[in-house]
């Protein structure tokens, strides 16, 4: 994907639009429009080095997330050459940050269940490396 094009979905890395941070750095959510047309939330991760990821890091995600393919698992739109991981906006967030909301029990239950499954399609279904 073009640097032009992630930055205008996030209208340039704005600071309003960072919702979270994890090991690559700041993850921005913005609106793409897609070459079908179609307009779709996204989140991008933009790998700043000081939070201890590299390019070995980034290139590791990117062949992960384009290989796996399943419900409980985040989905890759693309990525940029400029160290820019694109991925389907999920509105709940992180799993840390659904589980803050008040979960009933029979819906934690539901969640590992969840868990156990992408778990098991990453780990033995799949017969990856990673």
């Given amino acids: 994907m073009s640097l032009r094009d992630i930055q205008s979905a996030t209208k340039h890395f704005a600071d309003e639009n960072i919702v979270g941070q994890d090991g690559f750095g700041n993850q921005y959510k913005g609106q793409l429009l897609l070459s079908s047309g179609q307009l779709i939330d996204i989140l991008a991760r933009r790998l700043d080095r000081r939070y201890g990821q590299g390019t070995k890091e980034f290139q590791t995600e ?20 400029e160290k820019i991981i694109i991925n389907k906006y999920e509105a709940k967030g992180s799993l840390a940050q659904y589980l803050s909301d008040p979960v009933t029990w029979t819906q934690r239950l539901q969640i590992c269940i969840g868990i156990g499954r992408a778990l098991s399609y990453i780990h033995y279904d799949k017969k990856t490396q990673f």
């Fill in 62 to 81: 990117i062949m992960m997330l384009a290989s796996l393919k399943h419900p409980n698992l985040v989905s890759i739109v693309g990525f940029c050459d």
